[in-house]
């Protein structure tokens, strides 16, 4: 057994090899791959190019020095950032974020937005309504209930057309399968998988 980390640039089941990103070869009998999603759905226009995934933890690292760059660029305004999602993930990255920022001294706004209508919908109404006052006591916005349609350099772009202005976009929401899984010639689910 041998562990190798690269990127894949394409994999084929039928004769066992991959094609690494470094342009190198590889040839298998079984294979095991930890990562067969990317971060964010890039079947949202702009997710890829306008936010920042919270996985890998690699992409992740990414987010504090964004926000840096954002508050350099925008000396003597405050800083917006979204969360996109309202789940477990989002929720949590965005107290997280705002215990950063304060503790930084940062000035900024902090909104989780998701499609959904309810903030933790996969959780309990109790649940719910203790991360509501949380995020109230903490000063973090929601939009919730408006599907994105795009994102851009200005923000975010639900269905119902209004703009959410961003300055930084932090993704927690949503897989989408590896792009070398597609024609791989592997067994995959419906969402391509």
Not at 69 to 76: E, H, I, K, L, V
Request: glycine share 10%.
């Amino acid at each position: 057994c041998r562990y190798l980390e690269a990127g894949i640039r394409r994999l084929d089941a039928g004769t066992q090899t991959i094609e690494l990103a470094n342009g190198g070869t590889e040839k298998w009998e079984v294979l095991s791959l930890s990562r067969n999603s990317i971060p964010c759905d890039a079947r949202v226009p702009g997710a890829t190019e306008f936010s920042l995934p919270i996985r890998p933890m690699a992409r992740a690292r990414e987010i504090v020095p964004a926000i840096e760059r954002a508050q350099q660029a925008f000396d003597g305004r405050e800083i917006r950032i979204a969360v996109m999602g309202a789940a477990g993930r989002g929720f949590e990255t965005a107290c997280a974020l705002r215990a950063r920022l304060r503790r930084d001294g940062t000035s900024a706004t902090v909104m989780l937005v998701d499609g959904e209508s309810h903030l933790l919908p996969d959780r309990q109404p109790a649940a719910r309504a203790l991360a509501d006052r949380v995020l109230r006591r903490l000063n973090i916005a929601a939009a919730l209930g408006a599907p994105g349609a795009d994102l851009s350099r200005r923000g975010l772009r639900p269905n119902s057309g209004a703009i959410i202005p961003a300055d930084v976009v932090v993704w927690t929401i949503g897989n989408a399968p590896a792009p070398a899984l597609t024609d791989s010639g592997l067994a995959l689910d419906e969402r391509g998988f």
